[in-house]
Structures are given as structure tokens and as C-alpha cells.
């Protein structure tokens, strides 16, 4: 099976391709480029894995949490190419791929981005027994201070919510953690790690379902506030 995969929720733009069980790779560090990159990575993956577009079997994407224009060109993005394909899309929880670069320890997996606003979005994970990780609770975002966390375990900690917030999370947590990386961000060669069980069960979706998961609700609600301000504007000249 060939599965393309998708991740801009963040300040990394990547792209990965598995062929076979064989995984390709493209990944940079790149804020407010990302439209400008993703793109020439896939056709990069495809070339390097001699692989044409018609040859793909599914497109899985980093549907969030994560930057709002970021999330929204992934899912654009995965949209495109597998309704040109008519092949399916499998959504990915980008806080689940942002968990699986924890260590495999035994200790729960709490993945932290930074919301930005003084607001974190956070997810709690587990490691399955196949090393993938399943969430234990809802994906949430808000203040790190207002985050509730079972105390009496150590977690393993990922993420930018780490690198801002590292001292007003240490004060939720009852021990230090048992490892904690703030300067990772979601791959996408872990998007495609976990949908790819998904695709071989044909549980993908059709591309117009494929839709982003944003948690920050105001941001859409700002969004209708401030198209409404502009009618009200073209409607008082």
C-alpha cells in the first residue's frame, strides 16, 4: 500500500510517503512557508520513491490541533489530491502524532503545542501494544494553569506547550516528569505511521469529510465577527 502523508499544524512543514513499509521523509522547520513547500515535497517523495501520483492508495493528514491556516492547508491539500485520485483520507489528531516521539517507557504521553493567546492545545496518550498511541481523554485547549492531570504517575511531556509553559505544567503535575522535550513538533512521517493500520482497513473517508479539528472555537467565531463588521461597513457608505 502507498499512503502519502500530510503535517502543517505547526511551525514544521512535512511530508512523508510509505511505499511497502519503506518511509520517506521530508521535513523543515519553515513558519509562513508552508504553502510554498508542501507541495514540492510530495512531488519530491513521489520522484525519490519512484512512485506516481495515480499509484497512491490514500492521503492521510495532521488534522489538528494546531495554527488555523496551517491546519486548513494540510486538510485543503489532502482534499485536493485524493479527490483528484478518488482515493480516500484518513484524518490524523496532530497532538497523537506530536505523542508518538516520546520515549516508549511506560509512562502516559502528555503532547502540549503552544495555542499561542496564553493557551495551550493538549492531548493524553498511551502507548498500544503495536508502540502507536491511543488518547486517554479528550484533545482540550486553554490555559496551562487550568489543566487537570492524573498526579500519581510520572508522564513523558512533548512538545512546545512544554518549552512556554514548562513551570505553570510542573505545578500540575504531583512528581517531575519521567521525560520532557519542548522543541518537537508533529511529523508527518507519524501521521502516516498511524493511519496507515486505518487505511488497510479501508476506514478512510471520503475527501469532503476530512475536516479540521481547530478546539479554539472563537477563532471561527472571530472570523464570522469580523465578515459581519465588513457587510455592516459596506452597508453604512
Not at 514548562?166 to 522543541?183: F, K
Request: glycine share 8%; proline share 6%.
Amino acid at each position: 500500500m502507498n499512503l502519502l502523508a500530510l503535517e502543517t499544524a505547526t511551525e514544521s512543514c512535512s511530508a512523508a510517503l510509505l511505499v511497502d513499509g519503506r518511509l520517506y521523509v521530508r521535513s523543515e522547520i519553515a513558519p509562513r512557508r508552508h504553502a510554498e513547500l508542501l507541495l514540492p515535497m510530495c512531488d519530491q517523495l513521489l520522484a525519490e520513491a519512484g512512485v506516481a501520483r495515480r499509484d497512491l492508495d490514500a492521503i492521510a493528514v495532521g488534522a489538528g490541533p494546531g495554527a488555523f491556516t496551517g491546519v486548513r492547508l494540510a486538510i485543503s491539500a489532502a482534499q485536493g489530491i485524493a479527490l483528484a485520485l478518488g482515493i480516500p483520507v484518513i484524518p490524523v489528531s496532530s497532538l497523537a502524532a506530536l505523542a508518538m516521539q516520546a520515549p516508549i517507557n511506560g509512562s502516559p504521553i502528555l503532547a502540549v503545542i503552544d495555542a499561542r493567546m496564553g493557551e495551550i492545545y493538549a492531548g493524553r496518550f498511551r502507548r498500544a501494544d503495536d508502540g502507536r498511541v491511543e488518547a486517554i481523554g479528550p484533545e482540550s485547549v486553554g490555559p496551562a494553569e487550568s489543566l487537570v492531570l492524573q498526579r500519581d504517575v510520572a508522564w513523558n511531556v512533548v512538545g512546545t506547550g512544554w518549552a512556554t509553559y514548562s513551570d505553570v505544567l510542573r505545578s500540575r503535575l504531583a512528581m517531575e516528569p519521567c521525560w520532557a522535550e519542548g522543541d518537537h513538533y508533529p511529523q508527518a512521517a507519524d501521521v502516516a505511521r498511524l493511519a496507515m493500520p486505518i487505511a488497510r482497513a479501508g476506514r478512510g473517508v471520503a475527501p469532503e469529510a476530512a475536516l479540521p479539528v481547530y478546539l479554539r472555537d472563537k477563532v471561527a467565531l472571530t472570523l464570522v465577527e469580523q465578515e459581519a463588521q465588513r457587510a455592516r461597513s459596506r452597508a453604512d457608505r
